[in-house]
């Protein structure tokens, strides 16, 4: 079985672009999160999706990240326009609908904005 | 003040001995218990999962959870190179089986040979 896939796993981008994060779950993982480490500091909630509906919003940061969840299968994090402090790496995971609710990980991510 | 809190370390040990990794957390609300582990650029791997208060082992890991101090742990026996690496504690608020994550900060080990 597949796990959680992310692409692409490093991205450089220009302060003031856009970029765009992918993150395909684990086939029938009705639940996907987006998460956040920056520098030195925790990894950091952003975002949950069950199916293709946003269940908690929360942690986005501001109104420069939009998540998307196209017919409840694959994610999409866009940033724009993206800021220095936007650079971390970004974790996509998945669970199931039903049962304990354990979150499997993809790689991540690592963006970094100059 | 952080919701969790975990200390980075870095921890060294030798080959073959027992480690100790804690947490402590501020919400008496958190309910599951979880230990990941984190390969240099790699995404976290769940090691532990634990509800409420207790013990559960599992191979060389036992985690143990004291919901009245607020305080988890992990054990691992008999440490190996190959455990060398982040290890991070996370919780969530027991409202059913799906919820955001909290984190520590992660505590980096490692085992020498």
């Known amino acids: 079985e597949a796990g959680v896939t992310q692409f692409p796993s490093h991205s450089v981008i220009e302060k003031g672009q856009t970029v765009t994060l992918r993150c395909d779950p684990i086939s029938g993982h009705d639940n996907l999160y987006w998460y956040r480490r920056v520098m030195g500091k925790e990894i950091k909630f952003l975002l949950h999706f069950v199916k293709e509906s946003k269940q908690d919003e929360s942690g986005m940061p501001n109104n420069r990240f939009l998540a998307e969840r196209t017919g409840g299968t694959y994610s999409t994090l866009k940033v724009q326009p993206a800021e220095l402090e936007d650079s971390g790496v970004y974790f996509c995971a998945s669970s199931q609908a039903g049962g304990p609710g354990r979150a499997f990980f993809g790689q991540g991510t690592r963006l970094t904005v100059v | 003040q952080k919701e969790v809190e975990q200390d980075p370390g870095p921890l060294s040990v030798p080959e073959g001995a027992i480690v100790s990794l804690n947490c402590t957390y501020s919400n008496s609300a958190f309910q599951y218990f979880m230990w990941y582990r984190q390969y240099s650029r790699k995404g976290p791997e769940l090691l532990m999962y634990t509800y409420s208060s207790g013990n559960k082992e599992d191979g060389r890991f036992t985690a143990q959870v004291d919901k009245s101090s607020k305080y988890i742990s992990l054990f691992i026996r008999d440490s190996q190179p190959s455990d060398s690496a982040t290890y991070l504690c996370?919780?969530?608020?027991?409202?059913?089986?799906?919820?955001?994550?909290?984190f520590g900060q992660g505590t980096t080990l490692q085992v020498k040979p």
């Open positions: 996370a919780m969530r608020h027991g409202s059913g089986n799906t919820g955001k994550l909290i």
